[in-house]
């Protein structure tokens, strides 16, 4: 593949992958991750070469200008793409398949001195998220995410998400899990807010406190009917009104008017020094 084809690749992968491109021209003026892989190209050639001072020089001026430190022997393949690249730091024999993503702040770094091979692996497709370490000569599958601040030091398998510190796999979601999920969605949207990240195998305690509120919302409401149904049945008139619908933006405005009252307060609070 010729270099203008390969630079209108980077390009078409920022235009997928980054909503807030608007432009070619803004794209290669302005994305410094993108200018950070085109110097490693340069440098990676001439360290094949055995042009190792001038590769590395090279590299060094290309950390200078983009914040973004790649050494000229790593080997990094098609479509990738670092985004708000400061901070990134990629070692010598680290290798990184096609279509992967960095986010800044990310790691890709050895845990000995020893020389060989003492860098991460990355399959293809792999999203590595803002602030993770990845360390060790350990391999990140296809597909495979690794949450934001993560410390890995283990293999993540293909499709699989690794979070925390140190890096743990999360869960596979079970058929049981999946239900309960869309049995919360449901729920959420019927009481008129959005129960965003409520899901099992989340690690926010608040989101799964919201996601047993509506497990056990759902169990009154269905035992509710069955009481009402069977009342019904043996004449009674009951539960024959709709019941009233939340309005989260009621919530909304108590929230704002609060927060305004919380600001006029200290606006009129004269501290002393």
Not at 71 to 95: K, L, N, S
Not at 254 to 263: G, L, N, T, V
Request: charged share 25%; net charge negative.
């Amino acid at each position: 593949m010729s270099v203008i084809s390969r630079i209108k690749e980077d390009i078409e992968s920022i235009y997928h992958r980054d909503p807030a491109a608007r432009s070619t021209l803004e794209i290669v003026l302005n994305y410094p991750g993108m200018h950070a892989i085109w110097l490693h190209r340069i440098s990676n050639k001439l360290w094949k070469k055995r042009f190792f001072i001038l590769s590395r020089c090279i590299s060094t001026f290309s950390r200078w200008l983009t914040g973004v430190e790649i050494h000229p022997g790593a080997t990094i393949g098609r479509r990738f793409f670092i985004d708000h690249g400061m901070g990134i730091v990629i070692g010598e024999t680290a290798q990184i398949g096609d279509d992967c993503t960095l986010y800044h702040g990310v790691t890709l770094g050895g845990t000995t001195w020893k020389t060989g091979k003492r860098h991460p692996t990355l399959g293809n497709n792999v999203v590595v998220g803002a602030g993770a370490k990845v360390l060790g000569p350990i391999v990140i599958e296809d597909n495979a995410r690794v949450g934001s601040n993560s410390v890995v030091v283990k293999q993540v398998p293909t499709g699989r998400t690794v979070l925390g510190i140190p890096g743990r796999i999360v869960a596979e979601v079970s058929n049981e899990s999946k239900e309960q999920n869309e049995r919360r969605s449901a729920m959420a949207e019927k009481y008129g807010f959005d129960a965003y990240a409520v899901a099992p195998d989340n690690p926010d305690p608040v989101a799964n406190a919201i996601g047993q509120m509506l497990d056990h919302m759902h169990l009154m409401d269905s035992k509710l009917q069955d009481v009402c149904h069977e009342v019904q049945q043996l004449g009674g008139e009951v539960c024959t009104e709709k019941l009233p619908e939340l309005d989260i933006e009621e919530f909304s405005d108590a929230e704002r008017d609060a927060a305004e009252k919380r600001k006029q307060a200290m606006d009129e609070f004269d501290p002393i020094i």
